[in-house]
């Protein structure tokens, strides 16, 4: 999967991987934030090496993708992402999570009970890090009312998913303090899933940044439903926060797959920066929806979610 994402970035992006070198401002440290079945979840913190820690910073809290099954919290293909937050003066950390569909059979849209379990328990792995930060905030500098949180594929359905459950008071979500909630969300090619019928809020959600190609077949772009089960993507989410007057900021990426769950955080680092700006520090109740269509583009990841999730378990069985 990685070797796929690396020719997808050379071929998209002039520089390629000249732009990924970290700076020598840029610091790197590992921690462990939570041991569960017996294996340690860790994290790394990127920061500016000379840090204020008198002036709080903003936090991202990034996920990776891998379908829930693969992935890592340092690959390179994120550190262009990862350094250019840090050198803007955010705190980043990188987390580790468990995949909860390394060993799951017969995923289909009649049996989603593993796929929920394993969005259940990344979210789970989500708020433990996000107490780990607050924890920590003094020593690393971080204003704990601008905890951010960014993840692609499989983690933007997480971060997606872990503000949604957090703002329905979700019996998962009790392990935040009841008054604190995320400021806002960055989301590639992620999605929802809901089993309440419909995609509500008892109260409004974080302001929501999504990538999302119009062809994905991984994640759906608009939404699957099935009686009252829902798996909601970023079109379907675009169009409830508008309803619902939740600032929102939807880049649409005509006729593209499931690669724009990676080309943003190498096309898009000034959008991305302008949204944390004005929909998070300066907390602006705007809505952005942008249609981007190069006639020239043609989706490059175009394999259905049954064919990324076998070939990524098989990936995982030839490695053990």
């Known amino acids: 999967m990685k070797k796929i994402f ?139 009312s601008k905890i951010i949180l960014s993840g692609s594929s499989s983690g933007a359905i997480t971060v997606l998913e872990s503000d949604f459950k957090k703002r329905n008071d979700a019996s998962i979500a009790k392990k935040l303090a009841s008054d604190f909630n995320y400021a806002g969300i960055v989301a590639f090619s992620g999605a929802i899933l809901s089993f309440d019928g419909s995609l509500k809020y008892k109260s409004a959600p974080a302001p929501v940044m999504m990538f999302h190609g119009t062809a994905d077949k991984i994640v759906p772009y608009n939404k699957i439903r099935f009686l009252n089960k829902g798996f909601y993507g970023s079109s379907s989410i675009a169009k409830t926060f508008r309803k619902n007057h939740y600032p929102y900021f939807i880049y649409r990426e005509e006729n593209l797959g499931h690669e724009v769950s990676v080309l943003p955080m190498y096309e898009n680092i000034p959008d991305i920066l302008a949204f944390l700006d004005k929909f998070v520090l300066q907390k602006r109740p705007l809505q952005i929806d942008v249609d981007y269509n190069d006639p020239q583009a043609k989706p490059l990841l175009t394999m259905t979610a049954q064919e990324l999730f076998k070939k990524l378990q098989q990936q995982g069985s030839s490695q053990k």
Not at 18 to 47: C, P, R
Not at 61 to 73: K, L, T
Not at 89 to 98: A, H, K, L, P, Q
Not at 127 to 136: G, K, L, M, R, V
């Open 6 to 144: 690396t020719v997808i970035i050379l071929l998209f992006c002039k520089n390629g991987f000249s732009q990924m070198q970290f700076g020598d401002s840029i610091s790197k440290q590992t921690f462990v934030y939570a041991i569960k079945d017996s294996n340690e979840l860790s994290l790394d913190v990127y920061s500016k090496t000379i840090a204020n820690n008198a002036s709080k910073k903003p936090c991202v809290i990034f996920v990776f993708g891998g379908a829930f099954v693969g992935g890592h919290r340092d690959d390179t293909l994120y550190k262009k992402y990862f350094n250019s937050l840090a050198e803007h003066n955010y705190i980043v950390i990188s987390i580790s999570y468990r995949l909860g569909l390394r060993v799951a059979k017969n995923l289909s849209k009649f049996n989603i009970a593993p796929l929920r379990k394993a969005i259940d328990m990344a979210v789970d792995d989500v708020y433990d890090a996000t107490n780990w930060a607050i924890e920590h905030a003094d020593k690393f500098g971080i204003d704990t």
